[in-house]
């Protein structure tokens, strides 16, 4: 009862009420009403499902999980691609209306990648503010034993969607690194001094400070959420287990009073200042190297079970219970200072054992709407398909089931 109050707790949200894709992914054309609960979209692989919850998600968020280039995007041979999301329900103004245009390859003239809100022009970063989603993958089934850079995005995506700062700081960040390991690359190879390093080692210090305190928010407020939600969707042997949430940094020595984050969240200018301190003791290191040694790109997020390190030793299923968790907690926190969520899950049912299914079906119930892809809808809670918004995928157009 507890879960279901804090999640009924969150913020209203601005339910989709209409999606309308336009040469986007498969789509020649395509439209989705779905319910403000439970949405299910059944149709076999490889048959669009997974494109129709991208599209959502790369319109809110402005980042595709799956595409590396923007082009790929739009269905081949088109000239653009284009989405559309309605919302209704959140506001006294009645609602509104999220438009992404994409160009294709090559890119027409004229036409350039274009997000709007209500028809104005609008930056990724702000989209937050008036949508927000969140998106449960099979591959995230692994994010525990996978590579770094899975964990370091899971941060990131929920530190940009409830803190514009947060996500204009990750782009920021980004473009320093290629720069710093552009001129780290030139004095290798003698064409630059060290000293040429001076501007750049501080904004790395800076921004790299702000994005490290950001993420450290996130497990923070992760950490206070996980446990009771992973004792929900646990089987009985596995409840009460501690679950504990640690950022690994790469300021070593350098950050001698390092502060669990459950106790304090440290200040920019804390963490600032580390940073200089470890920047100086690996610059000859990465002169020689040729790359940047130090900052978030280097960072890793750790999870442990009963004081133990669950990568190394969680059975499958334990891991997949904490990662429900992760997911769930996400979906909270992102509620709370904003719209509430949209969750999309996609074809995740079938790759959970019958009772975690049953239990993340029971969990998601008030918390707000969701939007499911699956090829058996019987992997499902039956009580939850008598509630549920059914379509399915016939010869590439959506139809409505019941």
Known sequence: MALRAAASAASATMELTRLVLTDFRSYVAAELLPDP????????????????????????????????????????????????????????????????????????????????????????????????????????????????????????????????????????????????????????????????????????????????????????????RIGPLHDAVAVPAERGASVTLTYADSLKEAWSQRVVPSERVPTDIELVEAYRRRIAEVRQREAWNGMSLVGPQRDDLRAGLAGRDVAAHASRGQQRTIILAMKLAETDLLGVNGPRPIVLLDDVFSELDPERAARLSELLVGRGQVIVTTTDPAAMQPARLRDAAIWRISDGRLERAS
């Open 37 to 224: 609960g439970l949405t299910i979209i059944v149709a076999p692989n490889g048959t669009g499902k997974t494109n129709l919850l991208e599209a959502i998600h790369v319109s809110i968020t402005g980042h595709s999980h799956r595409a590396t280039v923007e082009a790929d995007l739009v269905r081949h041979g088109a000239s653009f691609g284009r989405v559309r999301l309605e919302l209704g329900g959140g506001t006294a103004a009645g609602g509104a209306t999220l438009e992404l245009v994409l160009p294709g390859a090559p890119p027409p003239a004229g036409i350039r990648k274009r997000l709007t809100v209500n028809g104005v022009p609008r930056r990724p970063s702000t989209v937050a503010e008036t949508a927000r989603s969140v998106l449960f993958r099979p591959e995230e089934m692994l994010l525990l034993v996978g590579s770094p850079s899975d964990r370091r995005r899971f941060l990131d995506g929920i530190g940009a969607q409830r803190d514009r700062r947060a996500a204009r700081d990750l782009v920021e960040v980004t473009r320093i690194l290629a720069q710093r390991n552009a001129l780290l690359r030139a004095i290798r190879a003698e064409e630059a001094t060290l000293d040429s390093l001076a501007f750049w080692d501080e904004q790395l210090a800076q921004v790299g400070a702000r994005v490290m305190r950001a993420r450290l928010e996130v497990v923070r407020d992760l950490g206070e």
